[in-house]
Nanobody
Framework: QVQLVESGGGLVQPGGSLRLSCAASGSIFRINTMAWYRQAPGKERELVATITRDGITNYAVSVKGRFAISRDNAKNTVYLQMNGLIPDDTAVYYC????????????????WGQGTQVTVSS
């Protein structure tokens, strides 16, 4: 019943910007760390950025200084602001979160969104 739904992907020119959103819904007690991953065709899934519940962030070296992860705990939503996009950023971006559900409040489970396509091309 817990779901993560990404939005905001699309086609953008090099140097452009996109803002991804991921909203969690369902019987949620608490969301712990949230993260963005990405996967390009033929490549392994790559961790892009993480953010703890209290707002501590970490970034992959490849995106540091260009991307910013944030969250709104009241909305159960995590964002990824992507600036200065380059073709190598092209990938399917996936939202990830550790969530404690009301149905099993003693442990956290990892949930994934369905992914949203980001294409950077001129």
């Amino acid at each position: 019943q817990v779901q993560l739904v990404e939005s905001g992907g699309g086609l953008v020119q090099p140097g452009g910007s996109l803002r991804l959103s991921c909203a969690a819904s369902g019987s949620i007690f608490r969301i712990n760390t949230m993260a963005w991953y990405r996967q390009a065709p033929g490549k392994e899934r790559e961790l892009v950025a993480t953010i703890t519940r209290d707002g501590i962030t970490n970034y992959a070296v490849s995106v540091k200084g260009r991307f910013a992860i944030s969250r709104d705990n009241a909305k159960n939503t995590v964002y990824l602001q992507m600036n200065g996009l380059i073709p190598d950023d092209t990938a399917v971006y996936y939202c990830n979160a550790g969530i404690v559900g009301r149905s099993n409040p003693l442990r956290s489970y990892e949930f994934w969104g369905q992914g949203t396509q980001v294409t950077v091309s001129s």
